[in-house]
């Protein structure tokens, strides 16, 4: 017995791993292992001698027992000791330099006009990019013949072939949105609408994709004197300094009377600056809304009246923020997005002073 102890302490004290000590219990301890089978003999023996073989046996079994368990535990400490040697953290490394992404000059510059017409009490409405040609022509006043839908350049989509209805068009401007609000929320109204515009025309000044804020507010008394204070507050808000405005009489279908706006600005030194000199700069286009659009909104021109304005967001970043060609805002350049990007944090606010 003292043969089989020793044989089998020392051969799990030595042993590698796991699996070698699994094969020890069972060569040991196992069903036919050499302690059982051992144990299986005291049937054989006469009582006396079965008195002191029985207790030493279990003895012996329980000291393989107990320390194969302490063997196991302290393979896995090993184990682990060794994992914790290799993979180990520096935690007081500096850490790597990521680049991060930049919020784009026509988002920063939405969510300003956003931000001081929300001030005003306009609420944001949205409407869909392709759109029939009656919101974005008819029921802005816009009849077939009319020369608006020629000058605006028009992308149209195509119908099915034999599909003789009109087809649908890119929207050409954020007008139809008036439309959409009046059947959805009716008078008084009060909203802005911003988004993407589509005309097939390309230059420094111009992109076949580009954005606009419609405005619309309508109520009983809503007049021509209201919206020129709200643009002139707009102005002012949004280039934190007063901004000089010039109403220029004009012509929409959808606003009767209508006015182009232009701001004050000089070209000294050949940047522009806005709010002095004694230059002109037009930005949007505005007026009373036309009663045939009323109507075609589903609102009765006899009880409410308003006004409505377009302005071309991509034009007022430029101003605000020296960007001196429209096209770089849409090559993707990332040169160009990290030099007039925004920090994801530098949220517009009014008492922030809407800009970095
Ligand atoms: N929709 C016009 C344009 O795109 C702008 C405008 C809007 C004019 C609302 C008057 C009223 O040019």
New binding site residues.
């Given amino acids: 017995m003292d043969d089989l102890r020793n044989k089998y302490i020392e051969a799990i004290a030595a042993a590698a791993d796991e699996a070698a000590l699994e094969e020890l219990r069972v060569q040991a301890v196992g069903k036919k292992g050499e302690v059982s089978l051992k144990m299986r003999e005291l049937g054989k023996m006469t009582p006396e001698e079965r008195q002191v073989a029985g207790p030493a046996l279990n003895a012996l079994k329980n000291e393989i027992t107990s320390a194969l368990a302490a063997k196991k535990a302290a393979l896995a400490d090993a184990a682990l000791d060794a994992r914790l040697a290799t993979e180990w953290l520096d935690v007081t490394l500096p850490a790597r330099n990521r680049r991060v992404g930049s919020i784009h000059p026509i988002s920063q510059v939405t969510e300003e006009v956003t931000a001081i017409f929300a001030d005003m009490g306009f609420a944001v409405a949205e409407g869909p990019q392709i759109e029939t040609d009656w919101y974005n022509f008819d029921a802005l006043n816009i009849p077939g013949h009319h020369p608006a839908r020629a000058e605006m350049d028009t992308f149209y989509t195509h119908r099915a072939e034999g599909d003789e209805r009109p087809p649908h068009v890119l929207r050409?401007?954020?007008?139809p949105v008036q439309i959409r609000s009046m059947e959805k929320t009716g008078a008084p109204i009060r909203i802005i609408c911003p988004g993407r515009?589509y005309r097939a025309d390309y230059d420094q000044t111009h992109t076949p994709m580009f954005h606009?804020i419609?405005g619309l507010a309508l109520g009983r008394d809503v007049s021509m004197a209201n919206l020129k204070w709200v643009l002139e507050e707009f102005f002012t808000a949004f280039f934190g300094t007063e901004v000089k405005t010039r109403f220029r009489a004009s012509h929409?279908p959808?606003?009767e009377p209508?006015a182009e706006v232009d701001i004050q600005c000089s070209w000294e030194g050949g940047t522009v600056k806005v709010g002095e000199g004694d230059d002109w700069l037009e930005v949007?286009?505005?007026?009373m809304v036309h009663p045939k659009v009323l109507e075609a909104g589903g609102i009765d021109p006899n009880e409410y009246q308003g006004f409505?304005?377009?302005i071309g967001i991509d034009r007022l970043a430029m101003l605000k923020y020296g960007i001196p060609d429209l096209r770089a805002f849409f090559d993707s350049d990332l040169r160009w997005l990290r030099h007039y990007g925004f920090a994801s944090l530098d949220q517009p606010t009014l008492h922030g002073g809407l800009s970095r």
């Fill in positions: 050409t401007h954020t007008s515009v606009q419609e929409f959808f606003t209508s949007l286009g505005s007026g409505a304005f377009g």
